[in-house]
């Protein structure tokens, strides 16, 4: 996944139409659908060698993206 931004349309573009009702209607959904792209640009910007940090640092962040990940599929799921 070496330099690939993975947006959550791109993750699931069978929910587009949810992923589109969700962050207009569900506050939570919102919140957490910014943070994890907040995370990708980050991911993005350590994988691109534009920002150096330690490999804990860079692997606490792409958990943090998976986390964020998963929780945002369920709350797609729940909502289709």
């Known amino acids: 996944m070496f330099n690939e931004k993975l947006e959550l349309a791109q993750e699931f573009p069978e929910h587009k139409d949810t992923i589109h009702k969700l962050k207009t209607s569900d506050a939570h959904f919102a919140r957490l659908f910014d943070e994890y792209h907040e995370v990708i640009r980050q991911v993005s ?13 860079a692997e606490g962040f792409k ?7 998963d929780e945002l599929f ?5 909502a289709a």
């Open 63 to 69: 958990k943090k993206r998976l986390a964020l990940k």
């Open 45 to 57: 910007r350590i994988e691109q060698e534009i920002e150096t940090v330690a490999d804990h640092v």
């Open 74 to 78: 369920k709350m797609l799921k729940k």
